[in-house]
């Protein structure tokens, strides 16, 4: 029986959206959470934009590490066989990659402008492909953009090919969100069955449908004997409506009706970080979290109503599906009402030590401090906010790293 596992595109997906961005540190904080949630892969980039390189590199550093264990880190570029080249020259051992393509009708004629066909887009992707794996990348995964509006003739041309040529994965994008949850399961169990591969789902909400299409296209692929793969977002951040929303993906799989039983996680997921990772992602996009959001939203556990309020007192089961608890929410948390130091990029060395004392970092060493205030100060340059505790702890834990993270040098 395959399993579901998580493949998170927030620093894919969710940072190439419009209007919204996160600081190299941000990003890589999203991957720390999303390694403790327990997500089998995060997205973690773009190995062929330059600005990613240092950040590539040292998240990949801290997979070595141990720091980001067992999550794996995979690069997302254009499936041709420069691109590839030019990744393995920027990020050398990148191990993970989606190699991305379209593949429907309305593109090659639309996009490519019909100087392209189904079989050139097929033989790119495959030289592609072979590039990546004489480069010795491990897990790729080939990916079909705007598979929902690709003659299912051709997808499964496209799949098979990149079986026989070595990928791990599929990658079926409903790119412009437009899959019901009945045609989804009907071409993830046909793929899975055909293609013979492990299959990806990659939903857009444009009608309201991610999250329903991600686990349905799932259970299709369950159904058609293999391993199922859903592209999520932190808060389901993403192109134009968005994507799926991690954090409601899970609930739908622990908490719908009769899901549990037969359709598993692949990995252990730890839904009790999904608060912490929604708020943090927030906070960093500058995106607030909407009021009745699943499971993290502030009226995901709020009663007023008399016959609600009344029967939830009695048994919490009478109004509610699940335990707050099970999503971390629950803790009290701290905030400042009167006097505050926060970090800035003029901090200076009292204010700086004072908030590092309140997190129990010890800076006695002074030369230490003026470096791990020095790295804060950069950070505070990229992120024109102030930064959250454990970005601060972070950065004292690993200012070699911090140090990757923060260098830009555009004109070298
Ligand atoms: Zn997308």
Redesign the pocket.
Known sequence: MGKIYIID?TN??GVQTAKLGLSKLAKTMVNLYLNRLGVFQSEFGFPTTRHESNYLKANMKLQDMGVLKPIRLGGWLRATAEDVNRAYELVPGIKDLNLSISTSTQMIHGKFRGISSEQAVLDTAMRALDAALKHGASGVGVNA?DASRTDTEFLVRFGKAAKENGAARFRY?D?LGCDTPFTICETGKLLAEEVKLPIEL???NDLGMAVANSVAGAMGVVDGGQDAYI?TTVNGI??RAG?ADLVAVVLALKKAKGLSKKYKFGTPIHLNIAWKISNYASYAFKVPIPINQPGVGANAFAHASGIHADGVLKDPQNYELYDFKELGRGEPEMVETGREISSGEYSGISGFRHIMGKLEVNLENRADAEDILELVRFANVEAQKPLVEEELVFIARYPEIARELLTLAPLS
């Open positions: 595109v894919r997906d953009e994008c790119t990659h939903c857009h592209n993403g192109e994507n």
